[in-house]
């Protein structure tokens, strides 16, 4: 009973530290400009499920002196949440450019919108008020590793455009592009995190792997969406990945490990952009469940990390939390 | 005799700083991926005049206690230079996908040879690694101006977007996108060149609007040039502004001063992206004329703000090129 009190305070703190960074997220975006209000309305939509602040706000309490306390949680942290959270989303604004996707959580993309322009436009402004927004922290040193984190992300999209259409994409080129592309940043979010609570250098380390941990299992859960999901529960355009000549796991495996005659009919299917058939064949030869099962191990391995916190509400939450990565539907 | 020596040996500094800028250039954007490698190789032919680098050096000679010495350029001058030429190529990059420009700087450009998909990584990429680079320099007071000038670049831009194929824009209106997405940068280096010389807060304002006025002129002349220039001379696509409803002040000169007949035909040959009808009538109403004088006055301003310096070589090299900006053929 107590403990569930407890539990139930700690994902109160986080709600209301998340509603913090929302609110910073309007403030910093807010111009002198209604034409730009307006479009900064409309990417909030894009707003999702919030790991990054989530992360770094659960860390930011895992790692710090006092767990369970409110207090625990600065500005600074929530300015962290914020900046992490503007990055993603830049990259999803300037993704369904790259993507042509027609929807994403349930409403127009801006480029559907909008047109091209605006969504290259409107990412650089969210890039930029990430980085200004980084400065006001006043902390040089997460400045820096910031901007080293999206140096490493724009490589890992410009690695994966590079291998487009390419079929023999093995799973270590795989691996290397989501480390890029997702894990490092959603790995800085947990170190962040720690690391403005004070924690000592093993902690923030061992965070950082969990956090690097839960993004690739989170990116290949959506590679597994993309192909096997219900458009209608993911709220996305599915099918759009192979679409687009980008390889994700389900199919690196299924061309890695799929019977010849597997093979040669998965190939057909993705020039001929059949998802219904590819999803069919990679549920058959069993390579969605290597995928799955990839994602789970990765689960396995990031909850490991959590040894480094004493036990408390917010680690049990963070164990949740990578549980859920590969449980979810959407 | 022994004056122009001096107008040597400062040309020389310049030279000299501009190399050391173009080095940092290249350590900074080199990858562990050749393929980013190759894009970024690509990019430097977008390098043209580089003024923003050039007045970083020569505001920050002028500003220094020693204006005729190597010595008053530091590293960290030219690691500013390098941070605004990378900003200035990521909007570049950007502007070519938003207006599927075939041909800049008379290389292909990355989105007709990669496709829009690189062009935006690639142009997010120089953004990134500029604020990277940034944070190197070790000055938190020009990480977070650097973050306010680049949301301010930003918002000018979504500001244009939005009074895309607006016939009835205005000339206050205009100067504001104008100051927005071109002036706050250009001051900024001046401003920062001077700073990072120790000059006095007066020295350091009148230069940044001193760049501010360079800026704004050199968008005017663009402007000019994009309707009246000889394509073979500039270097790029001409007539694109219009073709893709960007209104630029010889057009709303134009539109707002011509007799009904001129405006008539003006819209006429807009709608019909009739270049050659629209330069003869900008010509002849003598709104090309009228552009180019608004031009000569901010060159003008521009240089009054000069006055602030004590009279040395750098300065004289100030005042010519603030003289070129309008005098230019490309």
Chains 1, 2 share one sequence.
């Not at 706000?57 to 962290?80: F, Y």
Request: some cysteine.
């Amino acid at each position: 009973m107590l403990d569930s009190l407890a539990h139930a305070s700690v994902a109160g703190i986080l709600t209301e530290c998340l509603h913090e960074t929302e609110a910073i997220f309007e403030r910093q975006l807010a111009s002198d400009f209604p034409a730009v209000n307006d479009l900064c309305r409309h990417v909030e939509r894009y707003r999702g499920k919030m790991l990054r602040p989530t992360l770094v706000i659960l860390c930011g309490l895992a790692a710090s002196k006092a767990p369970n306390e409110r207090a625990s949680i600065t500005e600074r942290h929530c300015m962290v949440a914020c900046v992490a959270e503007m990055i993603h989303m830049a990259t999803l604004v300037h993704d369904d450019v790259l993507d042509e996707a027609s929807t994403r959580r349930r409403g127009a993309t801006v480029n559907s919108l909008r047109g091209n322009e605006t969504a290259v436009m409107l990412g650089d402004y969210l890039i930029s008020n990430a980085f200004h927004l980084c400065s006001r922290v006043g902390e040089p040193a997460i400045n820096l590793q910031f901007g080293e984190v999206t140096n490493t992300l724009c490589e890992g999209e410009l690695i994966q455009l590079h291998h487009r259409d390419d079929t023999s994409l093995d799973e270590p080129t795989y691996f290397e592009i989501i480390r890029r592309k997702t894990a490092v940043l959603v790995g800085a979010c947990c170190r962040f995190g720690a690391a403005l609570s004070g924690a000592p250098g093993t902690t923030v380390e061992a965070l950082n792997r969990f956090g690097m941990a839960v993004g690739s299992a989170f990116q290949i859960q959506d590679d597994v969406l993309d192909l096997a999901g219900k458009e209608e529960v993911v709220g996305k355009s599915l099918g759009r990945d192979f679409a687009k000549g980008k390889m994700t796991l389900p199919l690196i495996l299924l061309l890695a490990h799929g019977s010849s005659a597997e093979r040669l009919c998965a190939l057909d299917a993705i020039q001929a952009h059949d998802g219904r058939t590819l999803r069919d064949i990679a549920e058959r030869s069993g390579a969605l469940d290597m995928a799955r099962e990839r994602a789970v191990a990765i689960v396995r391995s990031a909850r490991e990390e959590l040894d480094v916190l004493a036990a408390s509400p917010v680690r049990d939450l963070l164990h949740e939390l990578a549980e859920r990565t590969v449980s979810r539907e959407f």
